[in-house]
T-cell receptor
Framework: GAGVSQTPSNKVTEKGKYVELRCDPI?????LYWYRQSLGQGPEFLIY????????DSGLPNDRFFAVRPEGSVSTLKIQRTERGDSAVYLC???????????FGPGTRLTVL | AQSVTQLGSHVSVSEGALVLLRCNYS??????LFWYVQYPNQGLQLLLK??????LVKGINGFEAEFKKSETSFHLTKPSAHMSDAAEYFC??????????FGPGTRLSVLP
């Protein structure tokens, strides 16, 4: 079956612009996670959805970052007024439920010039 | 709060030798513990997980890990390294399967 997909695979933007990153989880998975991975580091937790609601958004670095999952499937990570420090690979993962194996997508590489 | 440390950002072993990748964690609640592998240009893949059942956990590709509460450790081992094991390995801890904290990773090189 299809795995987790993320679009776009690469995004280059200018400082100050707005970007949206999309995640399509595995069908039927209720849990969805967003992470950010910088070069040479492990994934950094951003936000966790259980169904449509954000169960834990403690990892979002500031109010420029926001994520939604309106119908409990596809999720969009939104970054306003991008900064060069936002450059990283943004990973999405889904799982059947909390504590189950997470299946990771290939990531979106964001570059802010 | 949870945290993870992985001793050794880079480990090299000879093909056929024992692989030992270290992970220590801290958690304010009984932890869920995971090892993930990331092959070059590929996504993260689960190797194994501990969720309070047996303390010795067997995973894919011959890897296993032992949960030692007294040492707050969850080291990953494989008796005999194969060239295909060369990858980045991440240990992660979670409280109740929600907020996941990953370690910085250990890059494993396997020498012929």
């Amino acid at each position: 079956g299809a795995g987790v997909s993320q679009t776009p695979s690469n995004k280059v933007t200018e400082k100050g612009k707005y970007v949206e990153l999309r995640c399509d989880p595995i069908s039927g998975h209720t849990a969805l996670y967003w992470y950010r991975q910088s070069l040479g580091q492990g994934p950094e937790f951003l936000i966790y959805f259980q169904g449509t609601g954000a169960a834990d958004d403690s990892g979002l670095p500031n109010d420029r970052f926001f994520a939604v999952r309106p119908e409990g499937s596809v999720s969009t990570l939104k970054i306003q007024r991008t900064e060069r420090g936002d450059s990283a690979v943004y990973l999405c993962a889904s799982s059947p439920g909390p504590g189950d194996e997470q299946f990771f997508g290939p990531g979106t590489r964001l570059t802010v010039l | 709060a949870q945290s993870v440390t992985q001793l050794g950002s880079h480990v090299s072993v000879s093909e056929g030798a024992l692989v030992l990748l270290r992970c220590n964690y801290s958690s304010s609640v009984p932890p869920y513990l995971f090892w993930y592998v990331q092959y070059p240009n590929q996504g993260l893949q689960l190797l194994l997980k501990y969720t309070s059942a047996a303390t010795l956990v067997k995973g894919i590709n011959g890897f296993e890990a032992e949960f030692k509460k007294s040492e707050t450790s969850f080291h990953l081992t494989k008796p005999s390294a194969h060239m295909s094991d060369a990858a980045e390995y991440f240990c992660a801890v979670s409280a109740y399967g929600q907020n996941f904290v990953f370690g910085p990773g250990t890059r494993l090189s396997v020498l012929p």
